[in-house]
Structures are given as C-alpha cells and as structure tokens.
C-alpha cells in the first residue's frame, strides 16, 4: 500500500521490523553514534518472539549453549535462562496405535528464559533511546533516489541514507511498495525465500501441573496422524502451571488439539485451563500469502540476501538471511550484527 507524505522526519537509517533483530541492528547503530529509527507495523516489539503474561511462548522457544549473540544479550539483559525439560520417555503417534518409546529422541538439551523470548527484545528495546523504535507503524512505501531513500507511513514520511528491511524477505517485497524496481534476481530470491515457521500454528495448552512426568514422560511426542506433528513440554519451573505445545502445519482448533493430546497423554490431558492457538500463516507482517508454498531452505543465508543492494541504500537482515543459524535467534542476531558492521562502515 502506498503512502505519500511530505517528508517530516530524518535520519541516517530506516529500520523496517522491531523483531529481535532490527532491535539489535539499533542498538549496535546507537553504539557507533548511528543516528537510526526502527518503524513497526504492529503495536509490540519481538516480531517472531512472543510470549504471554505468564511467560509463555506463542512463537520461539529456545536458543542453545552454542549461540554466542544470544548468550551475550541474555547477559545484557540480566535474564534467567533454565534448561528446556528434557528428561523421560517419548510418545510416537501412527495411524491406528501410540507407542512409549525408550528415551526422548527428541529431546536435544535447550534452554528457555524466564518470562518467554520476548523479553529478549524487550531488553534490547528498553537499552534504546527514546524515540528511536515506533511502533503501529506499517511502512507502506519506499522510493529510493540518487541522494537517498523516502520511507512513507500511514502517518509520514521519513528521509534517509539507507533503509534495512529486518523482517522476512518474502514478507517485506509483499507489504511495501519500492520505487524503482529491485532487480529482477533479487526480487526471484527474495520472494522464494521460506519464512522460517511462517507455515506453522503452534498450540499451547496449559495445565495445573506437568502431570505427565508423574508418569516418567518427557511431554514429547511425534505424530503421523496429527494435527500437531511434534509435541513437546513447555512448563517452566518458575511457575505453578504445566503446559505443552505442538506445531502443526494443517488446521486445528481446541477440540481437535485437546483430543490429540488426550489420545497421546491420557485423560488428564483432557481438561486443559487453557489452551492457545497462534497460526503464523495469518500473521501478515510476518507471513506472505502462499507462505505454504516456500519451501526452498537452501536460499536461507543466500548471498544475494546477505549483500547490500542498491550502491549501499538498501539491506537484509533476517534469521533467513543468515548464514550462522538460519531460522534460529541467533541467525537473527548476527545477521543483526552483519548488517550494522556494513552499515557503519558505509557511513564511514
């Protein structure tokens, strides 16, 4: 959608998205005395990163002991991180019979932070300056000249020297109308590239306690029968509720998620307090239409992706983009740390 505004705003760096990772490319702009903006479209920060009150995650879970960028923002914002449970055996769910296996297959040791990856942003959020994130700010334009880049919004229009589009590829060409055209292989790219878990609905259903392990289970499962495909557990020993959560790629609702889990669980699993369903395929500012239909993972961290375009105006910075980690947060925070190392040294 195309907005056209007298330009009221200026700035060295546009940054489209308040995911985790245009947060830190602010943050590591504000550090080199970058004058910079980041321009929201919903009306919170954390992107893919969304946790709840009660710090449950509707979007992602977890990073790893060999995820440096992580590490080191969990530490900046003096988060308490805790081991994803792990321990007990699995379920595996076919067509006609469940069956307990011996261990947890799928259990690869992870952690979570208390209070949910949102707070991951936050903190990063917290540590700017004021004015710098906007959010309820759908960029609608962009119109790129010899001398810089206008960046039009329902409300204004900014003017700058580059612009980063920190969201999904496929997302940011689908949302934002640019003046003149990108070049045709970047478009191609662009556009092909998945959104890491935009074709998923994960499913949250909340209990009094993690009954299951009462039992020697894990809370994981694996199902070809469905809807959810992958099960895990999702308490956290910081609160006095249990919970698990499955991603599934095909339609579900309350009914059918609880009936899955009571087949795979028992008849504890039935009576859930609560349970929470976050289709990513319906969420337009992160997921494209035809979000099903990208399935090429090996444009994740793509060279074309990875390179500024457009004599230095115009960058991509995604966990897509990334070669570190693609799809994870960490793939997001370097790919964070890629672009603002660019985007330093041009305006040197």
Known sequence: MRYCFEVTQTTDVVIVGAGVSGLRV??????????????????????????????????????????????????????????????????????????????????????????GMQTLAQGIFRRLPAGVVHVSTPVGAIDFDEHGVTVSTEGEAWRANRVVFALPPATALNLIEITPELPDHLVSVARKTPVWMGAVTKVVAVYQEPFWRNDSLAGSAMSHVGPMREIHDLSDPNTNFGALFGFSREPVNEVTAIAQLTAIFGPQAASPLEVMIKDWSKEKYTSPPGVFQLNDYHLFGSETLRSPHLDCRLYFTSTETALDAPGHIQGALSAAARSASALVGARL
């Open 26 to 115: 602010a943050e590591l702009l504000c550090e080199s005395q970058v004058d910079c903006v980041v321009l929201e479209a919903r009306d919170r920060v954390g992107g893919r990163l969304f946790s709840t009150d009660q710090g449950i995650d509707l979007g992602a879970s977890w990073f790893w002991d060999n995820e440096p960028d992580v590490i080191a923002v969990n530490r900046q914002n003096a988060a308490e991180a805790f081991d994803q449970y792990i321990d007990g055996n699995m379920m595996f769910q076919v067509p006609g019979r469940i069956e307990r296996l011996d261990g947890n297959p799928i259990g690869v040791p992870s952690k979570r932070i208390v209070g």
